[in-house]
């Protein structure tokens, strides 16, 4: 029902749009996506080409640390001698190669390197993310996120899906691909993440600027 509800607002709520917040579909830090702004020039200097082979090395390394619990302790851990730290970026290579990557290019090599050297290997995931989202403007693809506490029918979602189409944002992009994130921490309605931007109609927003308002009333009145 909330959810129904909160497809009415959106094809005007542009001046609702605000830049994404903490916990928001972008999770990577400024630092994460200075390495993803580095290596997306180095690949696309390189080559349009280029620029897909990372991407689907970058693909390959990330789902080999998320299914790996060794390679996910190795990058998150910045202790590690850099001897070992060598070792460990050669394993993420040849699990990469086992999901179809035939040779990872220097673009990708460099980059892990460096993160590595810096003790930033932590900050992969925040990097592959940030890199993703730089293809997809290249590309002319916008990825709308919707987040919603409990899984979205299929036919509010379509609803929905036609009704952001029809934004500023949406025309301008070349691919538009919806999908439905389910976060039960946001209570009801929903909150749309549509490339940087995100649109916060969530009953836990609400909650939140309810809690922020009485702390204000009481200082006030403890004052």
């Known amino acids: 029902m909330l959810a129904s509800k909160a497809l009415r607002p959106l094809s005007s709520c542009s001046g609702t749009i605000v830049a994404a917040h903490a916990g928001a579909r ?62 460990g970026l050669e394993a993420l290579y040849k699990a990469a190669a086992l999901k179809g990557v035939k040779e990872v290019s ?15 290997l932590a900050e992969a995931p925040g990097v592959i993310e940030g890199f993703n989202e730089l ?14 506490a409990a899984p979205l029918p299929k036919d509010v979602l379509s609803r929905l899906e036609s009704s952001l189409k029809q934004s500023e944002v949406a025309k301008a992009a070349k ?32 909650v939140n600027k309810l809690n922020s308002l009485l702390q204000r009333m009481l200082v006030i009145q403890g004052s």
Do not use: H, M
């Open 26 to 87: 972008r999770n990577a830090s400024t630092i994460a996506l200075k390495y993803s702004n580095a290596a997306y020039k180095a690949a696309l200097s390189k080559s349009p080409q280029t620029l897909t082979k990372v991407q689907a090395e970058l693909a390959a390394i990330s789902s080999s640390v998320s299914e790996t619990p060794a390679l996910s302790a190795f990058i998150s851990n910045p202790l590690i001698p850099s001897n070992e730290r060598s070792a």
């Open 106 to 120: 220097d673009v990708t090599r460099n980059l892990f390197s460096v993160l590595s050297e810096n003790g930033r």
């Open 135 to 148: 293809v997809s403007q290249y590309k002319g693809e916008l990825d709308v996120i919707v987040t919603s």
């Open 175 to 206: 691919v538009v691909r919806v999908a439905n994130k389910v976060n039960p921490s946001v209570l009801g309605g929903i909150v749309v993440d549509i490339g940087d931007k995100t649109i916060d109609l969530s009953v836990s927003s609400r």
